[in-house]
């Protein structure tokens, strides 16, 4: 079986539909052909200031969400990153064969830090991009499931363990991007010309999965649409909309032909109206599993445990052939 690896952040608490569309529904349809690993990436959380006891929270939140929305320890390894201290182990060896150029022309670390003010981002922040160029590459993952906006981090990650493999001789799979194109970029509701995030959008342009279904339905009902009144995929002259057909299409698995058909001389009303319940059935048991997973926290904790274990013996391997390669003497 190819393996794929992804990670998610548990900075927010609640995913928002950006997350689910874009990378964890593809993790969920991946562990039934694939050899995956999926982790909460709490060392990448650190990047940003941190509330010590908010972090610990949000990273079982962030768990107890991946369980409830479909993957099964049994199908995949689900594991929280700081369990397993191999990554920051290779991040370092990444580190010393990126170059700082390189590394000062990932977008998202302009765009981060241009937000916090070049003087206050830290220089994790920076060397994120190589901490998920080691995430990745400890697993040998043939594939990466995430959204549009990381993609230039896998190129930098295919360019390492090229740049490695040429130098110490062949050590790491070289791994390949798994951006699905219908949902590699879902789009704010108030501003469907960027893409939904925890930080750039507002409020109501930003759907967290665990709010509200109520609130949830309202902010469909809000969602900027455009001054026409068909419905019809088109995202260069109506962005709004197609991101609405492309949220209602995922979540049904109605094509977006069909939907433009039952649509056909209807208004964005009832579009919206419709789509509003589609998210509340979505969201509805998505809540209700996720309270039931935190209300067992030892159970939750013990995937994680087993998780880690099952993690470690990959990564604990990667890791030393690649100590052994750029000449480390061995402890014996
Ligand atoms: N709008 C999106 N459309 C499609 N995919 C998306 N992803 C994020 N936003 C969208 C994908 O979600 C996965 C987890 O990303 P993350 O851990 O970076 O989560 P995040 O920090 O919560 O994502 P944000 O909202 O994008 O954060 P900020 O605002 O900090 O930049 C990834 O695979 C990502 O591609």
New binding site residues.
């Given amino acids: 079986r190819p393996r794929v690896l992804?990670?998610?952040?548990p900075?927010?608490g609640s995913f928002?539909l950006?997350?689910y569309?874009?990378?964890v529904r593809q993790w969920v349809a991946l562990q039934e052909s694939h050899d995956a690993f999926y982790m909460v990436?709490d060392l990448h959380a650190i990047t940003v200031p941190q509330d010590p006891r908010e972090l610990r929270a949000n990273t079982r939140l962030a768990a107890a969400q991946l369980l409830a929305a479909g993957l099964d320890p049994e199908r995949c390894t689900l594991f929280v990153q700081s369990h397993v201290p191999e990554h920051a182990q290779l991040a370092w060896v990444m580190n010393c064969l990126t170059g700082f150029g390189e590394a000062s022309r990932m977008t998202?670390f302009k765009d981060?830090s241009a937000k916090q003010g070049a003087d206050r981002a830290s220089v994790g922040l920076f060397t994120y991009p190589i901490l998920q160029v080691a995430d990745i590459l400890l697993y040998q993952a043939h594939q990466v499931p995430?959204?549009?906006?990381?993609r230039q981090h896998i190129e930098l990650t295919r360019d390492l363990a090229e740049r490695f493999n040429g130098r110490f001789g062949e050590t790491f799979t070289v791994p390949e991007p798994y951006i699905l194109k219908e949902?590699?970029?879902?789009?704010d509701l108030q501003d469907p010309t960027i893409?939904?995030?925890?930080?750039?959008s507002t409020p109501k342009g930003l759907i967290n999965l665990l709010d509200e279904p109520k609130a949830t339905a309202k902010k469909i009902k809000s969602a900027v649409t455009d001054t026409d009144t068909v419905i019809r995929f088109d995202p260069e002259t109506k962005p709004g909309v197609s991101n609405l057909l492309t949220i209602y299409s995922t979540l049904t698995g109605t094509s977006i032909a069909e939907l433009e058909e039952k649509y056909a001389g209807k208004g964005y009303g009832a579009l919206k109206t419709d789509l509003a319940e589609v998210m509340v059935e979505f969201v509805t048991p998505f809540r209700e599993r996720t309270q039931q997973y935190l209300g067992d926290p030892e159970t939750l904790d013990s995937i994680l445990a087993e998780g880690a274990e099952k993690a470690r013996t990959v990564a604990a391997e990667t890791l030393a052939r690649a100590y052994d390669k750029v000449g480390f003497l061995p402890a014996k």
């Fill in positions: 992804s990670g998610i952040q900075t927010a928002h950006g997350n569309l874009g990378a990436v998202q981060k995430v959204g549009e906006d990381q949902t590699a970029k879902i789009y893409k939904m995030s925890k930080s750039a």
